[in-house]
T-cell receptor, first 116, second 110 residues
Framework: GAVVSQHPSWVICKSGTSVKIECRSL??????MFWYRQFPKQSLMLMAT?????????EQGVEKDKFLINHASLTLSTLTVTSAHPEDSSFYIC????????????FGPGTRLTVT | GESVGLHLPTLSVQEGDNSIINCAYS??????FIWYKQESGKGPQFIID?????DKRQGQRVTVLLNKTVKHLSLQIAATQPGDSAVYFC?????????FGQGTELSVKP
C-alpha cells in the first residue's frame, strides 16, 4: 500500500515553454501533497505544500507564479513549471500524506526535468 | 572515510562490515525523525523512523540512535551489502514539514 506515482518520469523541454508534472496517490487519499526539488549531489528542498482544495503554501524563495501547484482532488496534484529556463533543470519529487498520522509522507519516484 | 564540503559526504566500507552514518538536525522541537535511502534517479525510500521519546529503534539490519541532547541521529547498517550502496538522508519532522539533512553517499566495496 501507500504508492505514489509521478508522470512523466523524465521530460526535456525548450527554454520558455511550460511543463506539467503529475503526482498521484494510487491507493490512498492524500489530504496533503508536498513538492521537492533536488539538484545533483544535493539534498531534497521543500518547494511547497498543498492541501486538497486549497492554495499551496510556498517555501521562502520559491516563486509561486513560476511553479504553479494544483491539488484538485484527493489523489492528484500537479506542478507546472512555467516559462522554464535551464536553471530549472532538476529532479522534482512529490510526496503525499493521508494525514493519519500527519507526519508520514510517501514519496513518488521523481521526475527529471531538463530544459534546453 | 568521510569528506565534507560542496560535495556530498561519502562513506566507503567493505562488504560485510558495519556502517554508521551520522546526521545533525537543527530543530530541538522536532518530534519525529526518519532515515531514507535514495538510489540514483529514484525517489527516497523509507528505511526506519524514530519518535523523539525514544533513543533507539531497531529494524532488520538497521538501527537508529537518537541523541536529543546534542541533536544527533545515526543510522547503523549491519553486515553492509553492495545493494546498500546509495545516498542516505535523515529527515526531521518540523511542524508537519520534513527537513532533510545533506545526505551521505555510502559506497560498498565487494
Amino acid at each position: 500500500g501507500a504508492v505514489v506515482s509521478q508522470h512523466p518520469s523524465w521530460v526535456i523541454c525548450k527554454s520558455g515553454t511550460s511543463v506539467k508534472i503529475e503526482c498521484r496517490s494510487l491507493d490512498f487519499q492524500a489530504t496533503t501533497m508536498f513538492w521537492y526539488r533536488q539538484f545533483p549531489k544535493q539534498s531534497l528542498m521543500l518547494m511547497a505544500t498543498s492541501n486538497e482544495g486549497s492554495k499551496a503554501t510556498y517555501e521562502q524563495g520559491v516563486e509561486k507564479d513560476k511553479f504553479l501547484i494544483n491539488h484538485a482532488s484527493l489523489t492528484l496534484s500537479t506542478l507546472t513549471v512555467t516559462s522554464a529556463h535551464p536553471e530549472d533543470s532538476s529532479f522534482y519529487i512529490c510526496s503525499a500524506s493521508s494525514g493519519r498520522p500527519s507526519y508520514e509522507q510517501y514519496f513518488g519516484p521523481g521526475t527529471r526535468l531538463t530544459v534546453t | 572515510g568521510e569528506s565534507v564540503g560542496l560535495h556530498l559526504p561519502t562513506l566507503s566500507v567493505q562488504e560485510g562490515d558495519n556502517s554508521i552514518i551520522n546526521c545533525a538536525y537543527s530543530n530541538s522541537a522536532s518530534d519525529y525523525f526518519i532515515w531514507y535511502k535514495q538510489e540514483s534517479g529514484k525517489g527516497p525510500q523509507f528505511i526506519i523512523d524514530i519518535r523523539s521519546n525514544m533513543d533507539k529503534r531497531q529494524g532488520q539490519r538497521v538501527t537508529v540512535l537518537l541523541n536529543k541532547t546534542v541533536k544527533h541521529l545515526s543510522l547503523q547498517i549491519a553486515a553492509t551489502q553492495p545493494g546498500d550502496s546509495a545516498v542516505y538522508f535523515c529527515a526531521e519532522n518540523a511542524g508537519g514539514k520534513l527537513i532533510f539533512g545533506q545526505g551521505t553517499e555510502l559506497s560498498v566495496k565487494p
